[in-house]
DNA sequence: TTGAAAGCGCTAACAC
DNA sequence: GTGTTAGCGCTTTCAA
């Protein structure tokens, strides 16, 4: 009556004793390999059925060198632009006959290098890095024995990566312009992580307009890209409140803490000082007031890298390197009506009824 | 100069033959296991090194029948509860030298199902599996041939499984006392998946708390675990608002969902209905009204099982079962004073100066 | 259509 | 202290 645990598991060999033929029959049958007569066929997968045999995994990926499996590698799986590209990935592919194997380095370069190593000890067909922190030189050679490697949000020297890479610099021009249009003048950028690649991009994108008004950053405040990023760049933020009208974030998490902060010391967003976030995350749209920010199609590009991943791994080099625009969404951090100026718009306030 | 692609990766042999020794001793040396000469050990261990060799984990899996692998399954990885979870799991289970392959299975329990099939090709050692969305009794076919079993927020046989189970009822419990002593009678349970352990344990608290006075719920309504979820709910609601008093919602996503509708119907929280989630996840204390919910420490909910996993895949199983306690954390979308009855709050309300 | 042999990379057991 | 042999579970090659 009792169950009893699989002391062992059953093997092609069990199965083949069981069904009264060679392992290699077996093998043929179930992988479909044809050539198995009708008959056999039957009794080899009832026996398998009966046994409820599974292949070993192991033996299987030692003999094809091959796994079927395929690493992900994500800076901080908390943050929630993250999990969304996972998924998109795994969407891919699991039909595709891949498991994804997800690893989270809670943004330590040193840990990075060490998931690669892993994943490599694993012998994982591909990799897909998203927002690598590995210096140039140390990614390079730590990317350098996989079998095949996707980049997200880093750029790579071809021969060693397909790369897929979010446009943050014309998106966050286009906020900036905007923010000018409306008589923003002195801002301020949330860096994030001094090493993101994609950080550099969005204060390229914030340089080049102030410039082509003759402007500059009033503070460049590199912060943690996380909530607590935002709080951290609140406080060295808020003695000098008055002088500054905008905030571009790295991230919508940096931006929420922000807002959150603000909030508690009286400071008047977007009228005082407008935000934008980045991501596009669902919390964006919930805060009071909902957050101005870049849309990043996340799931897309999960499975854009997972495609471009298994397209490289089966040695079909189509494409190469894909740059995705973010969507601009205008949401209540930042003025209303590109019309209108700062100056006009607290004016406005201050003779509103209530 | 160019650095060629790894035609094959360098095995034992490889650098027995560079360090001029035999394999086995090769073996010896980087597995620590002594017994091996000074002298030998700094050959073998330089060649390794010069050859960049790394053991295939497949060939050490087959060989030692274990693959320092454990599995963790999440209904849904883009749900903020369960990133923290794997997190935890991540930061108990790497020290200790296993890797985690974390499976999102979308809230499908076919998908479960094969995951866990996927798993065992794997051979992982152990498997957590989150808030499991199987019937008990293919839940239990299902993990009978693992090794090593946690199930977070589902009961089962101890003799299959280790749990770690939140205790939400009692939280619950706590709640719904509370709004009825602060006047509130009319309740709708937002209940989350129907095929949910959890939201049965969640209802019970409710509707224990609710008899206890001589009342029952107002709507008992399911709904998808997410912000599309609140939002659903919200438009079953709607119709009727003026109906009923209090919202005790699955999760924060829900009720986050909800509160946005609600905003934008105009419906007050907490004056008019009071809504509660559950997990508290980040977004809960950005947004406006600060949502009023049960904290699980989800990072803490992951370490835990991966320690009992861990010890249960050593053989070690002294915990079998552990209750963890949600924490109570008021904020505004319930009315903040315990002794002011609900028309109290409305009645000052109204006669606010602004 | 089916089977026998050999080997993927590693290590436990047993020599020497 | 070090090497030899054998075998983990599977599948490719070649033969029957």
Redesign the pocket.
């Known amino acids: 009556m009792d169950v009893k645990p699989p002391l062992?598991?059953?093997?092609?060999?069990?199965?083949?004793a069981a069904a009264?033929?060679?392992?290699?029959?077996?093998?043929?049958?179930?992988?479909g390999?044809?050539?198995?007569?009708?008959?056999?066929?039957r009794r080899v997968l009832e026996a398998a059925q009966a046994l409820n045999?599974?292949?070993?995994?192991?033996?299987?990926s030692?003999?094809?060198?091959r796994s079927n499996t395929v690493g992900i590698i994500v800076p901080d799986i908390v943050n929630p632009f993250f999990p969304e590209i996972i998924r998109g990935a795994e969407l891919v592919a699991r039909p595709a006959g891949y498991t994804l194997l997800s690893c989270n380095v809670v943004e330590d370069p040193e840990r990075e290098e060490e998931v690669l190593g892993t994943l490599l000890d694993k012998r994982v067909d591909g990799v897909i890095i998203c927002s690598a922190r590995l210096d140039e030189e140390r990614l390079l050679r730590a990317i350098q024995p996989h079998r095949a490697v996707v980049l997200i949000n880093r750029s790579a020297a071809k021969r060693f990566a397909g790369t897929i890479e979010v446009d943050y610099r014309a998106g966050v021009e286009a906020v900036v312009s905007r923010l000018i249009a409306q008589g923003r003048r002195r801002f301020v950028f949330a860096a994030g992580p001094a090493y993101s690649h994609g950080g550099r991009k969005r204060r390229e994108g914030v340089e080049a307009v102030l410039s082509r008004h003759g402007l500059s950053l009033v503070h460049d405040v590199p912060c943690t890209p996380d909530l607590q990023g935002g709080i951290d760049v609140a406080a060295r933020l808020k003695p000098s409140a008055a002088e500054i009208d905008a905030v571009i974030c790295y991230n919508d998490l940096i931006a929420l803490g922000l807002m959150k902060q603000f909030e508690m010391a009286g400071i008047a967003v977007p009228d005082q000082v407008a935000i934008v976030g980045c991501d596009d995350i669902p919390a964006a749209s919930l805060v009071s007031p909902p957050l101005t920010t870049l849309r990043i199609a996340k799931q897309d590009l999960g499975e854009m890298a997972m495609r471009m991943l298994l397209d490289r791994i089966a040695g079909r080099n189509a494409q190469q390197g894909i740059v995705i625009e973010p969507d601009l969404i205008l949401r209540a951090t930042t003025p209303a009506d590109a019309a209108q100026s700062h100056a006009d718009a607290t004016r406005e306030r201050a003779a509103a009824p209530i």
């Open positions: 062992r598991a059953p093997t092609v060999t069990d199965v083949a009264g033929v060679s392992p290699m029959t077996v093998s043929r049958v179930l992988n390999r044809g050539g198995a007569g009708e008959e056999t066929r045999y599974r292949p070993n995994a192991f033996a299987q030692l003999k094809n060198d």
